[in-house]
Nanobody
Framework: QAQLVESGGGLVQAGGSLRLSCAAS????????MAWYRQAPGKQRELVAS???????NYADSVKGRFTISRDNAQNTVYLQMNTLKPEDTAVYYC??????????????WGRGTQVTVSS
């Protein structure tokens, strides 16, 4: 089994920055894609950004040019640097990862989420 734990959320004024981190732990053999999703009140969960094990990234149009996803494979950690934040970025941000366990079984894992609130 593996676990994902997010950190770095909080309250920030519009135009500010936050950096989210998500660390994977447990009986991990390898991690394939990692991603950040978000869910605002009354809305569906949406993909914010993803990154493959080789470093290929993908972003939602709404965050392109403002957010940067990166990962540290040695530390099993993914980051989301969020700049020029807007009130519409307010949401609970969830980490997601495709993890191969030491048993070689594959699973899709979610963190519990971290709240990001951007005030206007």
């Amino acid at each position: 089994q593996a676990q994902l734990v997010e950190s770095g959320g909080g309250l920030v004024q519009a135009g500010g920055s936050l950096r989210l981190s998500c660390a994977a732990s447990g009986s991990i053999f390898s991690i394939n894609a990692m991603a950040w999703y978000r869910q605002a009140p009354g809305k569906q969960r949406e993909l914010v950004a993803s990154i493959t094990s080789g470093g290929t990234t993908n972003y939602a149009d709404s965050v392109k040019g403002r957010f940067t996803i990166s990962r540290d494979n040695a530390q099993n950690t993914v980051y989301l640097q969020m700049n020029t934040l807007k009130p519409e970025d307010t949401a609970v941000y969830y980490c997601n990862a495709e993890i191969v366990a030491s048993t070689r079984s594959w699973g899709n894992y979610w963190g519990r989420g971290t709240q990001v609130t951007v005030s206007s």
